[in-house]
């Protein structure tokens, strides 16, 4: 079943284009990644299934919905949760403090509270280092630290898709292995949908999944990550050879 | 030992004005320059419309058990009423544009406050069994400047009890830092908002109940000379640090009841030159403020 | 960018200024040919305001930085107006302080409001030096700061200023030629500067404040250069003021001269010349249509009066519905020119709308 259904999305920022007439569909459990080069509008799209830069044109459904224009509040509430990119953690709260933000979502329903602890035991098991220096302003951890954090935050709200964008940036090698290897397990062990957005398709080579190119605004490719190898197609997409 | 008071009681004045400006500039990155004529409007709200210059008090004789909560709320409701007919309609406005929005509003709750009680100021008597004084350590001292002071500590330890503690508090703490990112965490931005309305216009009620029982008029340009040291306590604290905007507060409160007693008699009059010109040093040294806030950075 | 030279700048702008004159000098003919005496003052005050809006424009408009002080320069410039033009014997009875020298001199009003703009420049340089170290709010702030400190002094400097009493004996000049003379004026020098070198290094500082800064521009000292510039024009509004009215008092140039000048500006488009005049009329057009209800409208054999205060409060709720329709106020960013509106955007900006280039 699709969960997420993208249909001639456009977005813009005051005149400029940075998405022009994009469509996919993503089925729950699904991992996709999205690549493609600088200015290619991975980041924009992102924030437009999230709410937070209403697409100019073009609908998007979740979950059966028409979420178009919605309130990335309203949004995040039917089970979308974006990390954005530059690990914006509030630096000023701790960490423990940060992964509660997303928990109040959930304050109607009863059993709240206790939901919350075990959500945060989870959180704990997955990143331990988190729960170590659980009282430490977020703003004083090291930027692998806020990577996590900012994932586990995501996790915190319960989401049926987590939207990230960009989680190996800055991070080291051994780090991003880590992370991945976590969202891999989640994804297993919650149905969790993944969309992830990666600079290179290296990481979709090695983790497997769907990857959609784009270059420009627009899809160039989208098709299975290890079948598409180092096609043509990638490097046309990434030092503008081809068409385009 | 009558410095130390004044300074704190003065000061008391400030670091509760600069904390409702700070709680709104925190969520929504207004300048609220209508809080002074809240605070006017939440003490007004106790008496008859009416053009004398003696008050006709109405809600005025209630017990101070109702007659507090009375002012808090009537300072909450008129905050939050701003925010839902006015501010609600300028969010994707510049903040020079809400700036002089909320200038506009501030205009028509003073003229509104005009139309029916005149410029005149009026005599009040509020609680008038705290004007004796009290000694303390051999200090004769206002009772009422005492309790302005422990107002104010309890009213800060219970706003820091709210922000810490509570889910809402964590919440409106997060949507100061970065309001985006609670949003897509699922905060409902137009409830936390309307909270710091609430909380702030609160604040400008308490900053008038004192105002008015100190000095036992009211007028409505009462709000205005608070404000405008309020507004420069909160820049120097640090535009949305709330902490800041609290010792920015105090600071200013120590500054003028210094400069007071210390200055020479001929540039006495001139003492709030000297602030001023202190303000503009502060800022020069410490462009981001004393306490630099998170996330006032950049909004886009 | 590198097209715009000040003097092909100067050829494709100059319909802006000639067509703001032509409307001030409308306005003027139209209250002269009423022979009305209050219609004939009303136009005095919209002049002057035109003044202020235009001189806290070229600041304001070019910089970007908000400014709460310059209601200060006009403070200045009114009370050196009323020090050089106040005939000797008032001087000595209500501001005995005054060196001997100033005490003595009596000067025509325009020498005096020429003066005045050159003290008040002189104070904004001043001012002016330190202050533009700052930027964004902590600006704004210093600057309220600045009208907060000119404001304390002019208070309580009983000798020299009066202090809160009246300074009264101001020659009070009734004709309407200098103000709109002064208007235009102001007009014409808020152009000059905004085709300058200056004010287009200051507008891409606006703009662009990492590009501009990378090319090689030092935003302090264009900003210094505005605000100079913009305190004289402030200055000689303020001193024609004082001949407005003949009576000055500090709190006459205290926050509701700065709100009402700073609404005007913001309500017509703080980034547009035109935005100021038009801010202006309008709005000052607004205000006397109210008042002119306050005062009684006979319909019949009844006569309708709105109550006091409530002109001040349609003002206010006009200005939060203007701003909440058009936040960037009336001009938003464009200028009145022969054709139409023409938005004043950079030429290079990547997805740019095709503008209509000469």
């Known amino acids: 079943m699709s969960l997420l259904v993208l249909s001639n999305v456009t977005i813009r920022y005051d005149r400029l284009t940075a998405v022009r007439n994009v469509a996919f569909t993503l089925s729950e459990g699904e991992i996709l990644f999205i690549t493609g080069p600088n200015g290619a509008g991975k980041s924009s799209l992102l924030r437009a299934i999230a709410g937070v830069t209403p697409p100019a044109g073009g609908r998007i459904d979740f979950a059966g919905a028409d979420i178009t224009g919605r309130a990335p509040e309203d949004i995040a509430r039917m089970g979308i949760s974006l990390v954005p990119e530059g690990r914006e ?68 709200t319960n989401p049926r898709l987590i939207a990230i964008d960009e989680p190996s940036l800055g991070l080291a090698p051994n780090i991003t292995d880590q992370v991945y290897e976590r969202l891999i397990a989640l994804r297993a062990h919650r149905a969790l949908t993944l969309l992830i957005v990666e600079q290179s398709a290296t990481r979709a080579q090695m983790v497997g999944g769907r990857v959609i190119l784009m270059r420009g605004g627009e899809v160039l490719l989208d098709g299975d990550a290890r079948a598409m190898g180092q096609s043509d197609a990638i490097n046309a997409a990434y030092f503008g050879f081809g068409e385009h | 030992m009558q410095t130390l008071f004044d300074a704190l009681s003065l000061g008391s004045l400030y670091a509760l004005g600069a904390l409702g400006i700070a709680l709104i500039f925190g969520v929504m990155r207004l300048v609220n320059f209508a809080h002074g004529d809240v605070i006017s409007f939440a003490i007004f709200a106790l008496l008859w419309p009416s053009i004398d210059a003696v008050a006709v008090v109405f809600a005025g004789y209630l017990p101070w058990f109702l007659l507090i909560p009375f002012v808090l709320l009537m300072g909450a409701g008129l905050a939050v009423l701003s925010e839902l007919v006015v501010f609600r309609r300028f969010r994707r406005a510049s903040p020079a544009t809400m700036m002089i929005a909320s200038f506009a509003l501030g205009f028509v709750i003073r003229y509104f406050l005009l139309m029916l009680f005149s410029s005149r100021p009026k005599s009040i008597s509020l609680l008038p069994s705290l004007s004796q004084p009290v000694e303390i350590l051999g200090a004769r001292i206002p009772l009422l400047q005492v309790i302005t002071i422990v107002a104010t500590i309890l009213i800060l330890l219970a706003l820091t009890a709210f922000l810490r503690r509570t889910r809402f508090g964590l919440e409106m703490r997060a949507a100061a830092e970065n309001f985006t990112m609670a949003r897509v965490l699922g905060v409902r931005a137009n409830r936390v908002i309307l909270g710091a309305f609430a909380l702030s216009g609160a604040l400008a009620a308490a900053i008038g109940l004192i105002l008015a029982s100190q000095t036992g008029t009211v007028d409505i340009q009462m709000g205005a000379a608070v404000m405008l040291m309020a507004f420069i306590a909160t820049v120097i604290g640090g535009l949305g640090s709330l902490s800041g905007a609290v010792l920015a507060g105090f600071l200013l409160g120590a500054a003028s009841v210094v400069m007071q007693t210390s200055l020479p008699i001929d540039a006495r009059p001139f003492r709030d030159a000297f602030v001023y010109g202190a303000v503009i040093l502060v800022l020069i040294f410490r462009p981001q403020g004393l306490i630099a806030a998170r996330g006032t950075k950049e909004r886009v | 960018m590198a097209a715009r030279t000040p003097a092909s700048a100067a050829r494709r702008t100059i319909a802006t200024p000639v067509i703001l004159a032509l409307i001030l000098l409308g306005l003027a003919l139209l209250a002269v040919g009423s022979g009305s005496r209050p219609f004939n003052q009303t136009m005095i005050d919209i002049f002057l305001r035109v003044v202020l809006a235009v001189g806290l424009y070229i600041f304001v408009g070019n910089s970007g930085v908000m400014s709460f002080g310059h209601i200060g320069f006009t403070c200045l410039g009114a009370y050196a107006a009323a020090w050089l033009t106040m005939p000797p014997m008032m001087k000595q009875t209500l ?29 904004a340089a001043l001012f002016g030096k330190i202050l533009m170290r700052l930027s964004g709010i902590a600006a704004s702030i210093a600057t309220f700061a600045m009208l907060a400190m000119i404001n304390t002094v002019y208070s309580n400097w009983e000798t020299v200023t009066g202090a809160t009493s009246s300074v009264v004996g101001i020659p009070i000049i009734r004709s309407i030629w200098p103000y709109l003379i002064a208007a235009v004026v102001a007009v014409f020098i808020a152009w000059g500067h905004a085709i300058s070198r200056a004010g287009l290094a200051l507008r891409a500082a606006r703009d662009e404040p990492t590009a501009a800064a990378a090319s090689g521009i030092d935003i302090a000292r264009q900003r210094l250069i505005a605000f100079v510039i913009s305190g004289a024009v402030m200055g000689m509004g303020g001193a024609l003021f004082a001949h407005s009215i003949g009576v000055v008092t500090p709190d006459t140039f205290y926050l509701t001269l700065t709100f009402t000048t700073l609404s005007m500006l913001v309500v017509g488009g703080i980034g547009s010349l035109s935005g100021a005049v038009l801010g202006v009329v309008i709005l000052s057009g607004l205000i006397q249509g109210l008042r002119w209800l306050e005062a009684g409208v006979s319909i019949g054999a009844t006569t309708f009066a709105i109550p006091n205060g409530l002109q001040e409060i349609t003002l206010g709720i006009v200005m939060i519905v203007i701003l909440a329709h058009r936040p960037a106020g009336i001009m938003a960013n464009s200028e009145l020119n022969w054709r139409r509106a023409r938005p004043e955007i950079p030429d290079d900006v990547p997805g740019n709308m095709p503008t209509n280039k000469e």
Request: charged share 15%.
């Open chain 1, 89 to 156: 953690v509030f630096g000023g709260l701790t960490i423990e403090e940060n992964l509660m933000v997303g928990t109040g979502m959930h304050a109607q329903t009863r059993k709240w509270r206790s939901r919350a602890v075990s959500e945060l035991d989870a959180v704990y098991a997955t990143f331990p280092i988190l729960k170590d220096r659980r009282h430490t302003q977020a703003g004083l951890l090291s930027g692998g630290q806020q990577q996590m954090l900012v994932i586990g935050r995501a996790l915190m």
């Open chain 3, 95 to 123: 501001l005995p302080g005054l060196p001997g020298w100033l005490m003595e001199t009596q000067l025509p009003y325009w020498a005096g409001a020429v003066i005045a703009a050159c003290w008040a420049a002189g104070w």
